[in-house]
């Protein structure tokens, strides 16, 4: 958490915001509530890139989708992990090699732009398989890269996104068609996005960004994947993870920045206060006071419930101790905080 006297904002000082979108920007089709206005503002003074492990649609596809949003977005904005996948390959096999493609759109149109060659079957001796995730992705395409896998040629995998958000809910993501393969062929691929660092360097090299802001919903990709680039990071809970994983959050997965919704960019960000005496730690945020002895977390005072999480987050997380080993407090516990 940033620590220190002087009131900022998570934007004080920022030259890029870089933002995930399926849980930050828009939840299906549908813009998440304040996020079109507070990135409309942002842009006034940074640059607005967006990240996405998303490989079934193009990086024109998601600017046009976010301009209906009422955006102003161009393809160059979007950096999406076929586009690292595709940097990742580039390394691994000879220039117009013929690859195995499973996954959508976006993933097709970056191996052809790329210079190499699409198949669809095992059969057709690809030089590598890179694989992404699309609705339409099913048994068949499993094992084609499965067929093909066999032979010990190079696997890329565009992102380990074990789920995402959709309208109707959580479904599975490209993680979870991952490792079906991994499973049926004893190896795992070359993982190019979030949290691995190759996008994230696509993202800096593109937007000449050197203090970058990376806002995420998630924490195992998001935020981890910040935090390995060396940048700062937000988790906003408006998509996957929420308060519960916060303070359950392994080290490397720990966000600086908590908010509820995109609007607290432009918000003072409350100094997380921080003492030890008699063996006893507390943290103060805002009003929230939480404070741990030996394994037992309890919460002194609640005040507002972001600021609480915030304090119970801080205090946990410089235990070093994971939450499973801990007496934490039912008000920590049993948290909710609304975005």
Do not use: C
Not at 225 to 254: E, F, S
């Amino acid at each position: 958490m940033p620590l220190g006297k002087r009131r900022h904002t998570p934007l004080t000082e920022r030259d890029a915001l870089l933002l995930d979108l399926d849980g930050v920007v828009y939840t299906g089709p549908g813009a998440i509530p304040h996020a079109v206005e507070s990135i409309t503002r942002a842009a006034e003074s940074v640059r607005v890139g967006y990240i996405t492990n998303n490989a079934s649609r193009t990086d024109e596809a998601v600017a046009e989708h976010l301009s209906e949003l009422g955006l102003s977005v161009a393809a160059s904005d979007v950096v999406t992990s076929p586009q690292a996948a595709v940097r990742v390959l580039a390394d691994l096999v000879e220039p117009g090699s013929r690859i195995l493609v499973v996954g959508g759109d976006g993933l097709v149109s970056e191996v052809e732009n790329a210079g190499f060659t699409v198949t669809r079957s095992a059969e057709d001796d690809p030089a590598a398989v890179i694989q992404g995730f699309a609705p339409h992705v099913g048994w068949e395409h499993l094992a084609e890269a499965s067929f093909a896998l066999h032979t010990g040629i190079p696997w890329v995998a565009t992102n380990t996104d074990w789920t995402i958000p959709v309208a109707r809910g959580i479904a599975p993501g490209n993680g979870t068609l991952v490792s079906a393969v991994h499973l049926a062929v004893g190896r795992l691929p070359v993982f190019a996005g979030k949290p691995e660092k190759p996008i994230f360097d696509v993202a800096a090299e593109r937007f000449g960004a050197r203090n970058a802001l990376v806002v995420g919903d998630r924490l195992d990709t998001d935020i981890l994947g910040g935090n390995r680039a060396g940048m700062a990071t937000a988790l906003v809970l408006t998509g996957i993870d929420r308060a519960k994983q916060v303070l359950a959050a392994p080290a490397g997965q720990h966000p600086d920045y908590i908010l509820t919704d995109l609007r607290q960019l432009f918000e003072a960000y409350p100094d997380v206060r921080e003492s030890v005496e008699d063996g006893v730690r507390t943290v103060e945020v805002g009003k929230a006071v939480v404070r741990m002895k030996q394994h037992v977390v309890r919460v002194a005072r609640a005040g507002d419930p972001l600021d609480l999480l915030r304090a119970g987050a801080a205090v946990i997380h410089s235990s070093g101790l994971q939450i499973f080993a801990l007496d934490v407090d039912e008000q920590l516990r049993d948290l909710a905080v609304r975005s």
